[in-house]
């Protein structure tokens, strides 16, 4: 966006579709004005790729360089943002439980003995 007025503005028409409580604006400059919203380990910002769509992430509540699971591309085309987060939270535990399958097999090798 051209300004910071604007992604201000777009920031609160998103955080009037919130169902939960605790959303907290966030809005920052990089080559263009940009926003999303925070609450706690949920971040959801409008997709760049799909406009009028969003893009939830969670993670362990940093800003930057932290753990993060982000939505998969197929699953951003969702226009309602309460539903990108449960969708988000769905994919999370399923990547999980996925993840906790492979490490069990790879435990299984690294344990046997020669």
Excluded at 13 to 27: F, N, R
Excluded at 71 to 77: G, V
Aim: aromatic share 8%; proline share 4%; charged share 25%.
């Amino acid at each position: 966006m051209k300004t910071k007025r604007k992604a201000e503005a777009q920031a609160k028409k998103l955080l009037a579709k919130m169902k939960s409580p605790g959303w907290k604006i966030d809005v920052w400059e990089n080559m263009g004005w940009h926003y999303c919203l925070r609450n706690g380990v949920l971040t959801i910002n409008p997709s760049s790729v799909f406009p009028g769509t969003f893009l939830c992430l969670i993670g362990d509540g940093k800003s930057s360089g932290g753990l993060s699971i982000c939505t998969p591309m197929s699953a951003i085309r969702n226009k309602d943002p309460n539903k990108a987060i449960r969708e988000q939270t769905e994919f999370a535990k399923s990547a999980i439980n996925k993840y906790q399958a492979i490490i069990k097999k790879a435990e299984k090798i690294i344990s046997t003995k020669r």
